[in-house]
């Protein structure tokens, strides 16, 4: 039987250990210096500004490391952003890091109880939050029982939710950014302008009725009144202004 004898003299280990120690001071120095965050880029953020991404992501002096900052948010739990479904980090270089944002699919928000709970395209509630959200309409004449954060808009008619897509969609298409989108009686729609409504009725041609609305907008500015657009089509072309008294 044999027993294994360390070459190494006792009376050395220590400067070896004491070497070792400050190499590996010298290599967490090194690291924090060389992976320090000096460049970030932002991509995928409409809801937010990149200094706002920046600032909720970056929050302390370990999340300024390049390396740890990838490694958290590969491997560990992140805290929750409103509007955000998740941040993907990419190494560029030891001192840039790129940081992509996926935000949630909202097309509006509904007042309840004093909160705006803003929802995606098949209903689901996915924030709540007292803030009024720049670019997101509010959908009013929605009927339903009760909601909450994660769970799906307790409508009668689960149809309403493509609705709402479909109007969400054109506005925007069109850079049109009404205040209040109503589902009124018979399905009825109507658009909401600081002081201008527009009534597009429950017809068809949506598209074309959005379409002449956009070339038309600029004539608006101003007024106060209901601009008639329920009967409208590439054929009749009927609209009409009914001022406010």
Known sequence: MSLYKDPTPRSKRPLIAAILSILLALTLILAATVFQIRDIEVTGNSHYSAQEIIDKVITDNY????LYLYFKYQYLDTEEIPFVDKIEVSLLSPG?????????????????MGANLYFDKDGIVVESSSEITEGIPCISGLKFDSLALYQKLNVADDSIFQRILDITQLVKKYELAPDR???GANDSLTLYFDQVQVALGNSGSLDEKISRLYELYPDLEGRSGVFRMENYTEDSKFISFEPNE
Do not use: A, D
Not at 63 to 66: A, D, G, L, V
Not at 101 to 107: F, G, N, Q, R, W
């Open 63 to 66: 999340t300024r490391n390049s």
């Open 96 to 112: 840039k890091v790129k940081l992509r944002v996926y935000e949630k699919s909202i097309v509006g928000y509904v007042n309840y």
């Open 181 to 183: 989108i109503e589902f």
